[in-house]
């Protein structure tokens, strides 16, 4: 394992615009960006991407990713159990929409998902998630922007 901060992707539900993001970031700035899935993902020749296909189950591509983390490593993910387990091992994880998920707030993350949880389970319709915009774009290359900044000083 690299001593060098990596990317990690939980990226069966990643929007495809930050799968480009990401790879343009990998190319330019010689960072590792891998991309974990319980599918088949097509990759960029590039020696700084790569994919990682885990076997289909619940939360099969989460733990994969929880067990390769190492701190000062970016995970992006929309999962927020996902987010708060790398956070415990001292990484950083970033919504695909650009919300960076810390240890202050990713508490009060879970409890709000836990509470729409029981919504859903209880039959309330609490709606989908709005249609991922650019400006959605530009927040997560800004968050990834500012992860750079401190991958640089590690080179």
């Known amino acids: 394992m690299s001593t060098r901060p990596h990317i990690w992707v939980d990226a069966d539900a990643c929007p495809a615009a930050i799968k480009e993001v990401l790879f343009r970031a990998a190319e330019r700035e010689q960072v590792q960006v891998t991309l974990v899935a319980n599918q088949w993902l097509r990759t960029p020749p590039s020696r700084f991407v790569r994919a990682i296909q885990v076997p289909g189950g619940f939360d099969v591509a989460d733990n994969e990713i929880v067990e390769r983390v190492s701190a000062g490593d970016l995970v992006v993910t929309q999962d927020i159990p996902l987010a708060s387990a790398v956070i415990a091992k001292g990484a950083l994880a970033v919504h695909p929409r650009g919300e960076l998920y ?14 729409m949880d029981e919504l859903r389970g209880a039959g309330v319709d609490t709606g989908g998630p709005a249609a991922f915009h650019a400006r959605d774009k530009q927040a997560f290359a800004n968050q990834l922007d500012r992860w750079l900044v401190t991958y640089r000083q590690t080179r």
């Open 102 to 115: 810390t240890p202050d707030t990713i508490a009060q993350r879970l409890s709000m998902r836990n509470f």
